[in-house]
């Protein structure tokens, strides 16, 4: 068996792999890395065999004993030792041992949930590799996603649908892999996902739906008239999409009722943080409020005033002071709330 260069660093996964460590917390990573490992060993021996254990029973002796000897009709096999961890902490000499001189025909499979480096590393990279399955970035997905449907699938699907995909459903790659995968199917070979599928067959997460929420009561902040003079149409998206989340989503009143309190106590935090002279993008970074998010917020806050605001959070402490004590029905106090927005509020600028 050839030996890799110890000082090699771009691994990947081939033929030649006899010891191979998954680290990280992101499972759908080491799914696929245990799929290329098995693809690879049966296109180079045809059928493999392979064996589990449990990293928090197994001995040492089971695993080695399993790795030395022979199948009766595969070539290869795969040892496979799941909740790695405590096991290579016992037993890391031994490990360092076996990877000088693994056998030919059987590959050793280690996931972990943490690794530590250290002079097994160097023994490793001669016969295989360490690679890192942690949780991927929002950027990082957007582009698997948008190479997964076009590569694997023949679709397209755009930047900004890739954005929305993973605003909506979070950084989790198996279900973002598992929702792109039913969208492709509704659309033809060479034709494109765009956001208005994903609106229509794809769930919102609770952040999302927090974010409409909060996003129609600054729309009524930024927007109101200021004056108590004639309806407000902001108030009235306002409540529109209050009723949406609570009838159509079945979303709980109080639930509801903490999105619309939270969106006020950011507001406030951000007066507090820009009166100690903090700039507005460190702000906005510790509120987590990006492009179009960030440019409503602001117009609320500039519009409100720190008179204004005080009030707002006077209102807002008394609306989930009267929900929690039973006094008045959740849906009637946040309509309440909401309407009171629509009085003036800039008078302390």
């Known amino acids: 068996m050839a030996r890799r260069s110890a000082s090699r660093s771009d691994f990947t996964i081939d033929a030649s792999t006899r010891f191979l460590v998954l680290t990280g917390d992101e499972m759908t990573l080491q799914r696929e890395a245990i799929d290329q490992l ?13 064996l589990g254990f449990d990293g928090e029973q197994c001995t040492l ?25 405590r096991f290579v902490s016992e037993h890391r000499a031994a490990l360092e041992r076996y990877a000088e001189n693994p056998v030919d025909h059987g590959t050793l499979l280690l996931r972990c949930g943490r690794w ?21 970035k929002a950027p990082q997905l957007q582009k698997r996603m948008i190479d997964r449907a076009k590569q694997e699938h023949g679709v397209t699907l755009g930047r900004d649908a890739a954005v929305l995909l993973v605003e909506r459903l979070g950084c989790d790659l198996g279900r973002l892999t598992n929702e792109l995968d039913k969208l492709i199917l509704v659309v033809e070979k060479g034709q494109s996902i765009d956001g208005e599928l994903i609106d ?10 927090a974010w409409a929420i909060q996003e129609a009561v600054l729309g009524g902040m930024a927007a109101g008239s200021g004056s108590g003079s004639g309806p407000n149409p902001a108030t009235g998206r306002m409540l529109e999409k209050i ?12 639930l509801v009722a903490y999105f619309v309190a939270d969106i006020v106590r950011k ?12 700039p507005d993008g460190q702000i906005a970074s510790k509120l987590r409020l990006w492009g179009p998010r960030q440019a409503l917020f602001n117009r609320a806050l500039e519009r409100c005033g720190e008179q204004g605001l005080a009030r707002m959070f006077d209102r807002v402490i ?8 039973g006094f008045g029905k ?3 106090n946040i309509e309440r709330f909401c309407v009171a927005l629509d009085e003036p509020v800039g008078m302390g600028r």
Do not use: T, W
Not at 200 to 209: A, F, T, Y
């Open 38 to 50: 098995r693809a690879v060993m049966e296109a180079e021996h045809g059928a493999v065999d392979v």
């Open 243 to 254: 009723h949406e989340l609570i009838d159509v989503s079945r979303q709980p009143e109080v």
């Open 267 to 278: 507001l406030h935090l951000a007066l507090v943080m820009k009166r100690n002279g903090v």
């Open 61 to 85: 002796a089971d695993v080695l004993d399993e790795l030395r000897s022979f199948g009766l009709m595969q070539q290869h096999k795969i040892v496979q030792v799941d909740a790695a961890d």
């Open 330 to 332: 959740p849906m009637r």
């Open 116 to 136: 530590y480096k250290g002079k097994i590393d160097k023994l490793i990279a001669r016969i295989g590799g360490v690679m890192k399955c942690e949780a991927l």
């Open 318 to 325: 008394s609306l989930d002071r009267r929900s929690k004590s």
């Open 200 to 209: 229509q067959l794809v769930g919102r997460s609770s952040d999302e739906q």
